[in-house]
């Protein structure tokens, strides 16, 4: 696991690119505190610092083939890289050490960029071919590594895993753009692929870019379609186990010590289960509590069964002061803005996982993403299955007695009143000028439900890009790795991604089981009835409180803020907001924060003081 940066260029590398390349690099460090390493050609610079997981003393990158003309810096782990480098080594392919981005190298001479479809993992890596003079830049199919884009005058591409890298060599001063501003105030997250920043861009999930200089124009290719996957559906729940069960023996595979961020639900409770079995006596469970044990502190829960399977157990207990303290400090690891007000008990697992000496952190997410857990995606794919069918969907006599009408047409977000009012309070903020870049329906039209492919792809994919891996993936990337902590999620498997959505294009609709059933079947075995019949809270914290506390220390920032000064918030409606909602003022507070810390450079302990 590691932070990469990077460019390329039409022209020769000068001493500025090279020293910006530094700059970005240095500001990585924290996702890669063991080693760093460089390397340039006239065009092409590549830099990466390594947090060392796999192959502790020969992995150091860049990395090289035999004749020292291919070179990549990756950052993730390709978890099948055991399998693969002995596929290679039958080809002819000699390997000098036993890292699992060496293999990339070698399945790229052997396949060419067919070799994405070969790696089992999460990554996103730049690969230099000085033979053909062609970069090669590539990100995961679930989208767990990030890889920012800036293309710069006088024909520049520069890359990075963060924002806050990448930023060091854009044009000032930064500008945040109206578009994020609206998307974030509805959904809490920038949607991907918009960025928070202009001139800024992500590469997409699933997708690859081949540059040469003179030829930097070059737009984003995909390799993934899931449309095209299938897998025979008549045995779903011996498949889905066996694959599960083999997705945490290699996720739980490190040369370094491997922790499993453990609530009281069935995701995380599968993964250490499933995990414990293959590596006995070595995991250990860590797991976040609440002050006054409210209803959603889930730790009793966790304990027990950590007991059951053996494996050992660190409980970490936050409270309102403690988080309304460190607020400042968690949106500047944030990079990019994110609303879930969970993001603390993240940080704060990632944070103890670290300290106790386990720089890996296993976790359940993705399970609810991908196993039909939530019930307003269950609701969606049962109600647009009646819209679709030509038929009149019927609302519960609550919601028609809230005033509530059916939805006519096929949709998923836009029936959800929330995200209407974030749209509208949004809007309703913004000067006239922010506003004309604004189209109306903006962020409908952006997340809009594409149903001219089967349902369950469109509301998989559109959930995806969203919601799972804007806010989720997003968020866990940069909270783990804010301690230099590699998180892995077995539930986010690409073989179990692409089997299981094979076998429901093949006829399988488990959305109409109970909830979880593909995932509860599967884990029968392995875990006790009570933990699979109990509904997933994760990391649920005492919402309220934490909003209202930082709110009221907070929201005075907004006033003539930094949200102001970017031209997005008319001046004095930043005087009076007293007409919005709780959760609504919690994500323009952080929006406020992001803003001084990320784009004006303010330090935290500036920002904290100014707030109290």
Known sequence: MCGISGMISNSALTRADIAGVGRMNALLEHRGPDSEGMFDDTNVMLAMRRLSIIDLAGGRQPLFNETGDIVIICNGEIYNHDALREELRAL??????????ETIIHAYEEYGVDCLAKLRGMFAFALWDKRNQTL????DRMGEKPLYLHRGDAGRIWFSSEIRSISSVMPKPLKLTPEAFNMFLTFQYVPEPLTPLQGLELLPAGHYLLLKP???DKAPQSYWDLSDVREDAGKPVAVTEEILDNACRLMGTADVPVAVALSGGIDSSLVAALTARHFPGQLHAFTIGYKGRPETDERGFAETLAKDLGIGFTEVELDTDQVIDGFPALVEVMDTPVGDIAAFGYYSVAKASREAGYPVLMSGMGGDEFFWGYEWVREAMLRNETLLAGKKVKLPWWKRLMGQKPPEKADFFGVHPDLRNGDAWSRKLMPEKALDHLPEGYWLKEAALDVSGPLHLAISNLLNRTWLRSNCLALFDRMSMAHSVEGRLPLLDV?????????????????????????????????????LSRKKQGFTPPVRDWMHGIVTHFLPLVENGALVRQGLIEPEKSRDLSAYSLPFLYKLVL??????????????????RKAA
């Open 92 to 101: 002819g392919h000699r390997f000098s050490c036993l890292s699992d981005v």
């Open 136 to 139: 090669l830049l590539a990100r």
């Open 591 to 608: 929006l406020e924060c992001w803003t001084r810390l990320h784009i004006e450079g303010k330090p935290v302990g500036e920002l904290s």
């Open 214 to 216: 003179g030829a930097l």
């Open 495 to 531: 073989e179990l991604v692409d089997r299981v959505t094979g076998m429901r294009n093949s006829g399988l609709v488990d959305w109409h089981k109970p909830h979880k059933w593909l995932l509860v079947e599967a884990l029968h075995d392995a875990l006790p009835a009570d933990v």
